[in-house]
């Protein structure tokens, strides 16, 4: 990640939940402008902990950053609250498709609107439309009554009604069926590229992310075990074993097991 510029910089950050509770144990992640950066782990990582730290999220759930620093844009934001890090330009969309239920879906866009501006509302809604043509077709339907994929298209759609340079996406794919993925998927590459939207993606479905990232991250029990290019991720045995499934190690092993496996392995032979 040497050289590129970095919209965001986490620098070994340590979180705590309630005071007493340490699930981050010193995590830095870096995103280039421009770019799209994977966190993959398994459940319970801490993935979703790391981007509430961000979108200062976390202080809603008794969560804090107890050392270490957030850099955006080369401005210190982790002792700022959710509203003024949204205002810099930072969003995320929480896991769980969560729309409000009982607006439209072009209700729940427009409540993203509020968050930040800078475009008008009208200008706002084009585009989400012009990505998402499905939530134009759907725009008067109860967002609690579309399918999962719409929700999850809304959530998204409502995220870009902020504006944002950064959007801190976590597990887009969750539940929804493969083809839906892929045209999710698809539009997050196009926000990327066309709309210059800088974005770190959380996913459990390693296979997805690293099609999408060129740059990736694996999180462990609150710690990063591993950083490289996707490419080298793909071809890494140990990220084979457990986060592709290409081959049989035997169950669903924690990466660090895979690790020790492995390690034995080398003993015996
Ligand atoms: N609000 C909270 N209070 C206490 N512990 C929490 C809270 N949120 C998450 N945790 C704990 O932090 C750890 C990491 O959770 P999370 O960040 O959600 O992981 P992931 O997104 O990788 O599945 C888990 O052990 C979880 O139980
Ligand atoms: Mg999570």
Known sequence: MAGAE???KINNIEVKYHEVILVLKGVSIEVPRGGIVALLGANGAGKSTTLKAVSGLLKHEDGEVTDGSIEFMGERIDRLGPEKIAKKGIVQVIEGRRVFEHLTVEQNLKVGAHLRGGKSVKEGLEMVYNYFPRL????????????????????????????????????????????????????????????????????????????????????????????????????????????????????????RDVKHYKRRKRWLT
Request: aromatic share 4%; charged share 25%.
């Open 136 to 255: 134009r077709e759907k725009r008067n339907e109860t967002a609690g009554f579309v399918s999962g994929g719409e929700q999850q298209m809304t959530v998204v759609g409502r995220a870009l009604m902020t504006n944002p340079k950064l959007v801190l996406l976590d597990e887009p794919s969750m539940g929804l069926a493969p083809l839906l993925i892929h045209e999710i998927f698809n539009i997050i590459t196009r926000l990327n590229r066309e709309e210059n939207i800088s974005i770190l993606l959380v996913e459990q479905n390693a296979k997805l992310a690293l099609n999408v990232a060129p740059h990736a991250y694996v999180m462990e029990n609150g710690r990063i075990v591993m950083d490289d290019t996707a490419e080298k991720l793909r071809e890494n045995p140990d990220i084979k074993d457990f986060y592709l499934g290409l081959t049989d190690v035997g169950g669903r092993k924690s990466f």
């Open 6 to 8: 970095a919209i965001l």
